[in-house]
T-cell receptor, first 114, second 108 residues
Framework: NAGVTQTPKFQVLKTGQSMTLQCAQDMNHEYMSWYRQDPGMGLRLIHYSVGAGITDQGEVPNGYNVSRSTTEDFPLRLLSAAPSQTSVYFCASSRDRFPGNTIYFGEGSWLTVV | RKEVEQDPGPFNVPEGATVAFNCTYSNSASQSFFWYRQDCRKEPKLLMS???SGNEDGRFTAQLNRASQYISLLIRDSKLSDSATYLC?????????FGAGTRLTVKP
């Protein structure tokens, strides 16, 4: 039961580098999203997608880019990494955007920008 | 003011104790409410939804007070395995807002 798979689990970047966090789900979910989790703060929504070809910004989108070419995959790109992007990133999926649906999270990606 | 506020804890309780967490939310238009559990360095997982009339799932009881804009989670007969961070989640217009979590440690 793979569920939501995200890679890499750990990454250290230098300021200014770019990278992509990969996310894939095998539950045929329409809704996928990326969150970041920082100490003392709740998970904050970065970008989301309600289906293939459709993406939109969340609460903290600056410095990140996403695309949704297939139902399964939803990569998150850091365009030019900054120390403020040091965080734990979670990819998530649910059947659709209706809040009553359970959100399934990936195991997280720990990113440090130096 | 944060949209969803929780006491960060930590709550340190002995096995068998009853412990309760509260969570307040600021948006009166909030529609749905949930508790998620997050183990250390793991992903959040749904613990239970919170219904208007209150609901129970084994040792866990969740309640909603719309007038005062808070939800609560009660854990009875705490187990060592209940040690985790409990996230309060509130849905506003299909957007999920997460609290920062309340950390619980159950000790032998």
């Amino acid at each position: 039961n793979a569920g939501v798979t995200q890679t890499p689990k750990f990454q250290v970047l230098k300021t200014g580098q770019s990278m992509t966090l990969q996310c894939a789900q095998d539950m045929n979910h329409e809704y996928m999203s990326w969150y970041r989790q920082d100490p003392g703060m709740g998970l904050r929504l970065i970008h989301y997608s309600v289906g293939a070809g459709i993406t939109d910004q969340g609460e903290v989108p600056n410095g990140y880019n996403v695309s949704r070419s297939t139902t399964e995959d939803f990569p998150l790109r850091l365009l030019s990494a900054a120390p403020s992007q040091t965080s734990v990133y979670f990819c998530a999926s649910s059947r659709d955007r209706f809040p009553g649906n359970t959100i399934y999270f990936g195991e997280g990606s720990w990113l440090t920008v130096v | 003011r944060k949209e969803v506020e929780q006491d960060p804890g930590p709550f340190n309780v002995p096995e068998g104790a009853t412990v309760a967490f509260n969570c307040t939310y600021s948006n009166s238009a909030s529609q749905s409410f949930f508790w998620y559990r997050q183990d250390c360095r793991k992903e959040p997982k749904l613990l239970m939804s919170v219904y208007s009339s209150g609901n129970e799932d084994g040792r866990f009881t969740a309640q909603l007070n719309r007038a005062s804009q808070y939800i609560s989670l009660l854990i009875r007969d705490s187990k060592l395995s209940d040690s985790a961070t409990y996230l309060c989640v509130v849905a506003v217009n299909n957007d999920m807002r997460f609290g920062a979590g309340t950390r619980l440690t159950v000790k032998p």
